[in-house]
């Protein structure tokens, strides 16, 4: 490996787009990539879909079989990296290598933040990030079923990958129950309306949801399997396997200790490099800007991955991009509702205004927050088309005095925006961030 | 890349392009029995936005930085490098929505099939999207800029 | 409740198994004459609604849709007819005048279908329009009464100065069709195709809209009873300026364009406050005689610096040959005449029916008098009133015409299908109508095309008739009325026209 290359630690959403980036100016000099995980890259947020039996392995995968080959990617899948020194410019993996690098991509991702409960050591806790814990899922599901009867399910969480993982668990007929902290479902994407017409789908599918309570502790037996949770109300739950859904967090371990500034992620400027020139941070690990709250926080979502790859990628060879404006977003279906939150859908109160619009009959509900005149955060609930129109507001920072009543209307779409607006989204090359 | 323009000043809303956008894509391509066996799960790929005096048919704009490419988590949507359009897969989506979500001209709409998401492909590389063609006004043009 | 005794004129027959109610029919019809229901899922119709258009049957993706007469029938009675009992029964109902658009529909004798054409053979060759030049080249305006040539070094040069002209590449023009009366995508479509294919279109009473300022140069400006948009910008903005004493479609009678079609843009133009009625009176209230009618020629004259012709635009009526001598006399550079076939937005049925003559009698009586007076030189006669095809153009030349104006046929080839329902606003193909959701669907573009197409094919015609009658130039057939025979004619209207009976004589 020659000194000009580039390195890549990380083999998902945020490496690819970083390999194809590169790839579009750069086809020669060559590049490596690290991947703890053994597998052909593939699409996490795929992975309930795989245990609810709704898609196969083959369209797990992310790309298609020959996408290192056809990227002159060399992979080393299974590898983990143990070690950077930003100084030398060298990686260390637990193979005993060191791979030299010109730029360095590190998209290692995130890990599950498990609660400092007593008992989640037990057999059949679970959490639910990778492919990895699905397939032990799988199994301890069958090992369940083989030895009598198929387990009963508890899920700690209820943001987005608990909701998810109780979706696979209700096709694979489990009986389950979702215990959450906040007084409703999805606390960080929906209001309280909102939230109340997933939690009555979710009813309608036949789970029980147990909000602002949380569990205290995770009883198991003497052989070691879980047999059940405690519940702050002093209920307990008998279950045979349980799923930590209490969030996720940038895994930086690679980086303490070295000359790379963190906060809870890699911290990245707008050109998704690190404190370190020429070392770069895309995806789950890395901390950039909301530029909706002005914060400094990891956004850790499948499409702003894409996108601090694709700059990363761009910027590593030679080329000028810069991210624009980020902002949480998240699309789900959530037994046959389809639920979209963007921005600060859940604010509230001083300076900003809030809209909203709840179907009397159907399970359909709009709500919009202004500020200053501009949408900052919007949910969609049962009736999401066209969604994507207030993404490009919010991305554009468009002033909507003067049209805001008409942001909740059924048929609001390009034709209730100023016609300047209009034409450049419908007559340019696409969105400018 | 060629792209389809609508004139906002000449649709009629009359909403012929839906139409013969579904039968182009039917599996019969004969629009009475298209519309007689395959109506229910047929979506136009691209729609009319309405508002009285006020109309224009909106298709994907293939735009060159395609937000939903990059969010697509199957990797369904992707570029044809033939025409240049972007393309669902209709066989790799898992109708989470996230196209929809990112869509800044709100061209991408959710299928009928239950779950597959419906969105312009340019007529897969025929020389004159369907639309474009069946236009009694004239109003939809497809041509480089 | 439905007005008493109104019977639908039209039928819209729906073939069900062809009907794929996609509702194209329902949000198409301006008149609602076409229904979805959404519980039943079928598409029905009103027929009472209809007006005939066929803009249902024109869209329907599956040619689902038939209009046809309404199958009422009455006893048959040649006197009482169905077409005048039903004005009875409307006038009882409403107590009002009858309106009507477009031009005469009564089964009037037409005079251009009794006339042939001649065509060359063994003793006088044919000449073949694609091999030798065919010249269609017309000049319009006063020509004089003798030309005076002085000799140059390099041959002859013309002393005499010659009065201003019109040069028109063919001898058709898109006759005066008010801006308000039709939309502006329409004006706008008239004048540029007329500018493209080196002719002129008038831009009736209606004033210039300013975006048609660019075309100016092949626009001819009319000055009506009402002076709409008159001032003097607007006559120097043009190629001509006609003074429109009257028209076919309803001689004697002024105009009046309902307030609700004065629009913003149709009150700038016409200098006249928004929405209110716009209405022109019968006479100009400043000519009550020929010399008045002088004085306003010479007026103009004088504003226009003499530079450009000024027509005289009058109906044809019963004296028709002695006022258009009169007009030529008092200084009119061009007399346009409209034959009682002519078009309109709107006139009470009564008139457009039954007052004014043919064009075809009133055009031979011109050119013969103003022949016999000796003053045919002093200005070109331009006709109208229902030239359909480029025969009826040829005939006319032939009968003594300079050239045409072409007004129905103009608005059918941008789409009209003479349905006569003008006057409601609610032109169903975008053209005699102000209703913004109409409009749009005369795509100005489209309409020029079509409008050029028309003179285009016209033209080719017109050469190839004059090169079947061994002439190539326009000229040669003006006035010269032995290329013309009549047939089923009887002898006084033979003498009338000026024309021999076919098959009889030399």
């Known amino acids: 490996m020659k000194n000009d290359d580039y390195l890549i630690l990380g083999n998902s959403t945020a490496a690819v787009a970083a390999i194809e980036a590169i790839r579009a100016v750069d086809c020669a000099t060559p590049i490596t990539l690290v991947s703890r995980e053994s597998w052909h890259t593939y699409s996490r947020p795929l992975i309930s879909y795989l245990l609810a039996g709704e898609l196969d392995e083959q369209r797990m995968y992310y790309r298609a079989p020959d996408f290192y080959r056809a990227h002159k990617v060399t992979p080393h899948l299974g590898v983990t990296a143990t070690r950077i020194d930003p100084e030398n410019r060298v990686v260390m993996t637990d193979r005993d290598q060191a791979l030299p690098f010109a730029r360095l991509l590190i998209a290692t991702g995130g890990k599950a933040i498990r609660p400092p409960l007593e008992g989640t050591d037990a057999q059949g806790v679970f959490t639910f990030i990778s492919w990895d814990d699905i397939r032990a899922i799988d199994a301890w599901i069958a090992a369940c079923a083989a030895g009598g009867a198929p387990p009963r399910a508890v899920i700690v969480g209820a943001g987005l990958i608990g909701l998810k993982a109780l979706e696979a668990f209700r096709a694979r007929d489990l009986e389950t129950v979702v215990v959450e902290r906040e007084d409703r479902v999805l606390p960080l994407s929906l209001d309280k309306q909102g939230s109340a017409l997933v939690e009555q789908a979710i009813e309608n599918a036949g789970a029980e949801i147990l909000c602002g309570t949380c569990v205290n502790r995770i009883l198991k037996d003497d052989a070691g399997r879980v047999t059940g949770v405690a519940i702050e109300t002093g209920r307990t739950i008998p279950c045979e396997l349980v799923i930590l859904a209490t969030g996720v967090a940038p895994d930086t371990t690679l980086v303490q200790g070295t000359s790379i500034k963190t906060d809870r992620g890699i911290l990245i400027d707008r050109r998704c490099m690190t404190s370190v020139d020429g070392l770069y941070a895309a995806g789950d690990v890395a901390q950039g800007m909301d530029s909706l709250s002005g914060a400094s926080r990891p956004l850790p979502l499948f499409p702003n991955a894409f996108r601090q790859g694709r700059v990363a990628g761009t910027n590593m060879a030679g080329g000028q991009a810069a991210l624009g404006g980020c902002f949480p977003m998240n699309a789900v279906e959530v037994f046959g509702l389809p639920v979209i939150s963007m921005g600060l859908s859940t604010a509230s109160g001083d300076g900003f205004t809030v809209l909203d619009r709840k179907n009397p009959t159907a399970p359909s509900y709009r709500r919009v927050v202004l500020r200053d005149n501009r949408v900052v955060g919007a949910v969609f609930i049962g009736d999401i088309e066209r969604a994507g129109i207030l993404t490009g507001l919010m991305r554009g920072r468009v002033d909507v005095s003067g049209i805001a009543e008409t942001l909740l209307t059924d048929d609001f779409g390009l034709l209730s925006l100023p016609a300047d607006y209009r034409k450049h989204v419908v007559q340019g090359e696409g969105i400018e961030v | ?145 | 409740m439905r007005p008493w005794l109104i019977q639908p004129e039209f039928e819209i027959e729906r073939d069900l198994d062809r009907c794929i109610r996609c509702q194209v029919c329902v949000r198409q019809c301006a008149n609602d004459a076409h229904e979805y229901d959404s519980e039943d899922d079928v598409v029905s119709a009103h027929s009472i609604r209809c007006v005939g258009c066929h803009r249902c049957a024109t869209l329907c993706p599956t040619d689902a849709i038939r209009i046809k007469q309404a199958e009422l029938d009455f006893r048959s009675h040649a006197c009482w007819t169905p077409s005048v009992i039903r004005n009875i029964y409307k006038q009882a109902e409403s107590g009002g005048i009858l309106l009507s658009g477009m031009g005469n529909d009564r089964p009037y004798r037409n005079y251009w279908d009794r006339m042939v054409l001649n065509a060359a053979q063994v003793t006088n060759p044919s000449i073949d329009p694609l091999r030798e030049p065919m010249e269609l080249t017309t000049f319009l305006g006063r020509k004089p009464d003798k030309v005076e040539v002085a000799p140059t070094r390099g041959g002859l040069a013309l002393k005499t100065v010659l009065a201003p002209q019109l040069e028109l590449a063919l001898p058709i023009m898109f006759s005066a069709m008010s801006y308000g009366s039709i939309s502006l995508n329409a004006s706008l479509a008239l004048a540029r195709a007329a500018y493209e294919e080196g002719t002129f279109a008038n831009s009736g009473e209606g004033g210039l809209h300013k975006s048609i300022y660019p075309y100016a140069d092949a626009m001819i400006v009319q000055v009506a009873s009402g002076r709409f948009g008159v001032n003097v910008d607007y006559l120097n903005r043009s190629a001509a300026v006609e003074i429109k004493i009257g028209q076919g479609a309803k001689p004697g009678i002024g105009g009046h364009l309902p307030g609700e079609k004065v629009d913003a843009a149709v009150s700038e133009t016409r200098m006249i406050p928004e929405n209110s009625d716009a209405l022109s009176p019968a006479p100009h209230h400043d000519i009550y005689s020929i010399e008045d009618l002088k004085q306003l020629i010479y007026a103009i004259k004088e504003a226009i610096r003499y530079a450009k012709p000024v027509c005289v635009k009058i109906a044809a009526v019963h004296n028709v040959a002695a006022i258009a001598s009169g007009c030529v006399r008092a200084g009119a550079d061009i007399v346009a005449i409209d034959g009682f076939r002519g078009g309109t937005g709107a006139a009470p049925t009564m008139i457009r029916d039954n007052v004014g003559i043919p064009i075809e009698l009133a055009l031979a009586a011109v050119d013969e008098r103003l022949r016999e007076e000796g003053i045919r030189n002093r200005a070109s006669i331009v006709v109208a009133g229902g030239m359909r095809c480029s025969a009826d153009v040829v005939k006319a030349i032939a009968l003594g015409a300079d050239a045409v104006y072409i007004g129905s046929a103009a608005l059918i080839a941008m789409g009209c299908h003479m349905c006569q329902k003008c006057y409601t606003g609610k032109c169903n193909w975008g053209i005699a109508t102000q209703d913004p959701y109409l409009t749009k669907r005369l795509n100005p573009e489209v309409a020029e095309r079509r409008l050029r197409n028309l003179l285009r094919s016209w033209g080719l015609e017109i050469k190839e008739m004059l090169g079947g009658m061994g002439v190539n130039a326009i000229e040669s057939l003006r006035g010269n009325r032995e290329h013309l025979r009549g047939v089923g004619l009887s002898d006084s209207e033979l003498r009338a026209l000026g024309i021999k009976q076919a098959g009889v004589g030399a």
């Open chain 2, 1 to 145: 890349m060629k792209r389809v323009y609508a004139k906002e000043a000449y649709c009629l809303g009359c909403r012929l392009c839906e139409i013969h956008c579904i039968v182009t894509h039917s599996k019969s391509k004969k629009i009475i029995k298209a519309y007689r066996t395959e109506r229910d799960h047929l979506v136009p790929g691209m729609h009319v936005e309405d508002s009285g005096s006020v109309s224009f048919a909106l298709q994907c704009r293939h735009c060159d930085d395609a937000p939903c490419i990059e969010a697509c988590i199957a990797g369904a949507m992707q570029r044809d490098s033939r025409t240049g359009a972007v393309v669902c897969d209709e066989d790799r989506c898992v109708g989470c929505w996230s196209c929809i979500m990112v869509c800044p001209a709100g061209a991408v709409r959710r299928g009928r099939r239950g779950k597959v998401v419906s969105k312009c492909d340019l007529c897969a590389g025929e020389e004159t999207p369907a639309c474009v063609l069946h236009c009694p006004n004239e109003a939809l043009h497809y041509e480089e800029r």
